[in-house]
């Protein structure tokens, strides 16, 4: 598939997605949505056991374009972030374990796009925030509500409200990042780290996937009873994931998946 704004390229079985925009910083506009919607559609993406995303050039992605936004009327404004709301939910609900491996400025929709990835590696010298406030303007694509949950209420206030923007280490501390990398090294980092999470069991990926995400929408109570029914249906008789995970560890052998 040929893309504008996007590169692809596969490492064995991991797919790397680059934001490839960068003399406006990967900012994220109309375009880049629509290839993004074409990319996370693609065969490319169902062929991958988990997917990083990464930016070109000295950004992450420093945020939605701002100079698109200049001439916006409140229905373009409203349509322009339901469609990033739509596209960062695919990138949330994708099956497979998606990791951003950010190399520079997350700012604004870059932080956003980050905040929808299962797991953030940073390098120490990126720089984090949701700046919109020094704009006149709020985050527009989930910020609001996805920061709070990853940070509390507190903290994703503290970050909204200055909109200063935080070093990666600061951002590490908060919890926003989970890991920190020489600058060289984060694509390498991140990519060795989804190596390694897919050697683990896949239909146990998914589902931690999908516990997680759809847990912080219920009440605690609903969301240990979705987890008691899942955790039941992996002892399924014909359940061969469970078999070969619990047989390999009592016959003292790696478990094989495939
Ligand atoms: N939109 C459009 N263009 C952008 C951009 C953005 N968000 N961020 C940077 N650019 C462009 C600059 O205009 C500049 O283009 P020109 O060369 O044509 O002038 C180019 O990228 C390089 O940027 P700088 O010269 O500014 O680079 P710098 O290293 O001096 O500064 C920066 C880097 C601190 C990230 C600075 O570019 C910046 O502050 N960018 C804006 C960050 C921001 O406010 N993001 C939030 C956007 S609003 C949003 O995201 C809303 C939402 O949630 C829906």
């Known amino acids: 598939m040929e893309f504008n704004y996007l590169k692809f ?8 997605l680059t934001l490839d925009r960068p003399k406006a910083l ?38 939605a374009d701002i100079k698109a936004m200049q001439e916006y009327s409140p229905q373009a404004a409203y349509d322009f972030s339901e469609t990033g709301k ?17 190399n520079g400025f ?7 796009l980050a905040l929808a990835c299962d797991i953030r590696v940073a390098s120490e010298k990126a720089r984090l925030g949701l700046p919109e406030v020094n704009l006149g303007l709020i985050p527009g694509f989930n910020g609001t509500q996805r920061l709070p949950r990853l940070v509390g209420a507190g903290n994703a206030m503290y970050l909204m409200m200055l909109g200063e923007g935080i070093t990666a280490t600061e951002a590490y501390q908060l ?55 899942e955790f039941g249906r992996l002892f399924k008789e014909d359940h061969l994931e469970r078999e070969e995970g619990i047989n390999a560890f009592l016959e003292k052998r790696h478990p094989n998946w495939e």
């Open 175 to 229: 919890g926003i990042v989970q890991k920190l990398t020489p600058p060289e090294s984060t694509l390498d980092e991140a990519v060795a780290l989804a190596e390694k999470i897919v050697t683990k069991g896949p239909n146990a990926l998914r589902l931690i996937k999908e516990m997680v995400r759809e847990g912080l929408e219920l009440n605690s109570k609903e969301a240990g009873k979705m987890e008691s029914k």
């Open 26 to 63: 990967n900012a994220l506009n109309e375009g880049v949505f629509k290839e993004l919607t074409c990319f996370l559609e693609s065969e490319d993406v169902k062929s991958t056991r988990a997917l990083v995303i990464t930016g070109e050039g000295k950004a992450f992605i420093a945020g």
């Open 9 to 16: 390229e596969k490492r064995g079985r991991i797919g790397i």
């Open 86 to 102: 739509m596209v960062f939910d695919k990138i949330a609900n994708l099956e497979v374990p998606v990791i951003a491996a950010i």
């Open 106 to 112: 997350a700012l604004g929709g870059g932080l956003e």
